[in-house]
Nanobody, 118 residues
Framework: QVQLVESGGGLVQAGDSLRLSCAAS???????MGWFRQAPGKEREFVAS????????YYADSVKGRFTISRDNAKATIYLQMNSLKPEDTAVYYC????????????WGQGTQVTVSS
């Protein structure tokens, strides 16, 4: 089993930047890792993911050009660099693993709060 710990959230103003980190421990070799977010009253949504072997990245349309996902396999850690933040980016951000190419994402970390004020 893998354990995930997110960090780096906080309160920022619109236009600011934040970098989130997600450190994995336990069974850390997976097909991919990703970031999701859940705003109050909304369902959890996909933000970005990166494959472990080739570093292939995927992004939600809402964050393309503003967010960058990266990984450090030696540290079993992924990052989410978030630039030009908007109030609509306010959410709890979760990381998760994808064990195989065809499996769903999970388990999940505990989440880190990102709040963007206007």
């Amino acid at each position: 089993q893998v354990q995930l710990v997110e960090s780096g959230g906080g309160l920022v103003q619109a236009g600011d930047s934040l970098r989130l980190s997600c450190a994995a421990s336990g069974r850390t070799f997976t097909h991919a890792m990703g970031w999701f977010r859940q705003a109050p009253g909304k369902e959890r949504e996909f933000v970005a993911s990166i494959t472990q072997t080739f570093g292939t990245t995927y992004y939600a349309d809402s964050v393309k050009g503003r967010f960058t996902i990266s990984r450090d396999n030696a540290k079993a850690t992924i990052y989410l660099q978030m630039n030009s933040l908007k109030p609509e980016d306010t959410a709890v951000y979760y990381c998760a693993v994808k064990a195989t190419r065809t499996s769903s994402f999970g388990p999940w970390g505990q989440g880190t709060q990102v709040t963007v004020s206007s």
